[in-house]
């Protein structure tokens, strides 16, 4: 049981510097684009779905339809979204991002991960390779559980 205490506590350092180091230089960045979480949540949440409803997307967020429309309202007008009507229902709307909110996803996420190129540069060809290995017996055994 020691053993399996120090690889969980060691595991879970791990977790807490990789969250804490991404999140930090995505949110710096977002920040700096003048963006809230929120926004980029649904930023990312309309990358994923391509198009959708403030409806929905107010669901996913958590939040009520019309604080939903507020925040895109602010997308919309900062160019990151755009709005069009549904062919088949004009009362529907459908969002999507605009070259311009693809930029800034790709800008964010480029950010988040540059940390990780510094970890990078830092290791030796033979860390890596004991990295590599150990990230791969972990991806194999998450992919059985699901």
């Not at 003048?34 to 409806?55: C, K, N, P, W, Y």
């Not at 800034?104 to 830092?122: H, T, Y």
Request: with cysteine.
């Amino acid at each position: 049981m020691p053993h399996e205490d120090t690889y969980l506590s060691t595991f879970d350092e791990w977790v807490d510097i990789f969250m804490h180091r991404s999140m930090r230089r995505f949110i710096h960045h977002a920040r700096k684009s003048g963006l809230s979480m929120s926004m980029i949540g649904a930023l990312f949440h309309l990358h994923r779905s391509d198009s959708i409803g403030v409806t929905d997307l107010g669901e996913h967020l958590g939040v009520t339809s019309a604080a939903a429309s507020q925040m895109l309202e602010k997308l919309v007008q900062q160019d990151l979204i755009e709005r069009s009507e549904d062919p088949d229902d004009r009362r529907v709307k459908k969002l999507l991002l605009t070259k311009k909110g693809c930029q800034v996803l790709e800008e964010g996420l480029r950010a988040q991960k540059g940390w990780l190129i510094e970890f990078n540069n830092s290791l030796s060809g033979e860390e890596k390779q004991q990295i590599t290995a150990s990230m791969q017996l972990m991806i194999d055994k998450a992919n059985q559980l699901s």
